[in-house]
């Protein structure tokens, strides 16, 4: 596999990962006067943090379907059982 497409495969979960994270932490932050003030679950706010990043991790992974054969990513019904932890 070329780097280019193992790099855009490594690339988009990660960042998924690190703006759910900076997100999620950004809104317990922003939202601390509201959670203190108004009962409601403290995971309200992290959890919209990780639906709303959703959006660019759909979008990440339609450009990389997109770009990956273009980069040389061959994409296979056994890449996604090794995903699973199935297969051999």
Do not use: Q
Request: proline residues 6%; aromatic residues 12%.
């Amino acid at each position: 596999m070329p780097y280019a497409a193992f790099a855009l495969t490594a690339l988009i979960p990660w960042n998924y990962l690190a703006t759910t994270v900076s997100f999620g932490a950004n809104a317990l932050l922003s939202d601390a006067a509201l959670v203190r003030k108004i009962y409601f679950p403290r995971e309200v706010p992290v959890l919209a943090a990780a639906v709303a990043s959703c959006v660019d991790f759909g979008a990440g992974l339609v450009a990389f379907l997109m770009l990956g054969p273009l980069l040389g990513a061959h994409l296979s019904w056994t890449a996604f059982a090794g995903a699973r932890g199935g297969g051999d």
